[in-house]
């Protein structure tokens, strides 16, 4: 209105222009009316305009009313499309934290003797979760953990995490050898591929590392194709524990075959066991070098809480590529800190005798 106010030629009018008044609305505003009732103050400017300018019977004001009706009605579909979009992804990403929180469980702050901690961003845009895995249980034979890397991504690869999970989480229970829970594992897996029809299923494999933290402190450990995990001492540097010799991830060998060996170390008060995912330490700066995550780990360890370090170090990845992470990254990590009133030989033995049976000792508590 001020242009062509200002404008003394008898030849130039601006009202074409205000077909952008009604786009505009489209953009800015989630109102399905909003466009509408741009479109009629545009409307009524235009009239004014065109009387002001002598062009009510001129072509050039009929075509633009019937451009500003036009773009109106078209902004407010779009934005009744977009809302409709809008919801649909708000759905989704709920059904996907569900998914999350059933799949892989937000974990207590402690666990018996152990303090715990994970950390998992995955390699999809808005995805809450993707191929990697983890799971911490208290069992009768101490603290289990595992932690995995399924080959590949979308939804075949969560399918095959779910199934992972699930069965170490019945395994840890009933196995009282970690390289037994390991081949169960094997055989669930097995088991699964051989019943899904999803693209890929016929290469599909899973690295993975499985912990147990024993009441007493020893910690074993069992390694199928996946990073060894990083154990902090004090101040000093990561110290890598690898066992005595790799097997492929489970799904190459044959069920039967999986038999990894047992590794145990001595946990002393206050050591951290850091368990990851390839995603962390195959993140790469733009000159291609791989992330140093052992000598970078006690710095981010310093003087911080279990959480704070997972943080510290993701925020270090981050770094260190310049970018999002191009894979799954997910990091567990555990602290020794055994409660002096939860151990002791008292509780070690009734660890060792277990639950009474039906109808024997009903007021033993």
Not at 43 to 71: K, P
Not at 173 to 181: G, K
Not at 294 to 322: I, K, T
Request: aromatic share 6%.
């Amino acid at each position: 209105m001020a242009l062509d106010g200002v404008s003394h030629s008898s030849t130039v009018t601006f009202e074409p222009a205000l077909t952008v008044g009604p786009a505009l609305a489209a953009v800015v505003s989630d109102r399905t009316w909003y466009p509408i009732l741009v479109g009629v103050v545009t409307s009524a400017v235009a009239f004014g305009l065109a009387a002001y300018d002598h062009t009510l019977t001129q072509s050039v004001h009929a075509a633009s009313i019937f451009a500003i009706i036009l773009i109106a009605l078209i902004g407010a579909a779009s934005v009744l499309l977009r809302n409709r979009q809008e919801q649909e992804l708000a759905d989704a990403r709920l059904v996907s934290e569900v998914a999350q929180r059933i799949l892989l469980r937000p974990l207590p702050d402690r666990i018996g003797p152990v303090r715990a901690a994970v950390h998992y961003a995955a390699a999809a845009a808005h995805a809450s979760i993707g191929g990697d895995l983890y799971e911490v249980v208290q069992t009768r034979y101490g603290v289990r953990a595992v932690i995995g890397d399924v080959r590949g991504k979308g939804l075949g690869a969560v399918e095959t995490a779910a199934a992972v999970l699930g069965a170490f989480r019945e395994a840890a229970h009933q196995e009282p050898a970690l390289d037994r829970v390991a081949a169960w594992l094997a055989h669930s897996l097995d088991r699964t591929l051989r019943e899904s029809d999803h693209e890929g299923m016929g290469e599909e494999f899973v690295t993975l590392i499985l912990v147990c933290v024993r009441p007493d402190g020893t910690v074993e450990s069992v390694n199928c194709g996946h990073p060894a995990p990083m154990l902090l001492r004090g101040g000093a540097q990561a110290r890598l524990l690898e066992p005595e010799y790799y097997v492929p991830p489970l799904g190459v060998l044959e069920p039967a075959e999986v038999c990894p060996p047992v590794l145990s170390v001595l946990f002393e008060d206050g050591d951290r066991l850091l368990l990851y995912t390839d995603g962390v330490v195959e993140a790469r700066d733009d000159g291609g070098v791989f992330y140093p995550l052992a000598d970078r780990l006690a710095l981010c360890a310093a003087g911080a809480e279990p959480a704070e370090v997972l943080e510290r170090v993701h925020d270090d990845v981050r770094r260190h590529a310049g970018r999002q992470v191009g894979d799954d990254a997910a990091m567990l990590l555990l602290q020794y800190e055994p409660n002096p009133l939860l151990t002791g030989p008292a509780v070690l033995s009734l660890q060792k005798v277990g639950r009474p049976r039906r109808g024997a000792g009903e007021g033993v508590r």
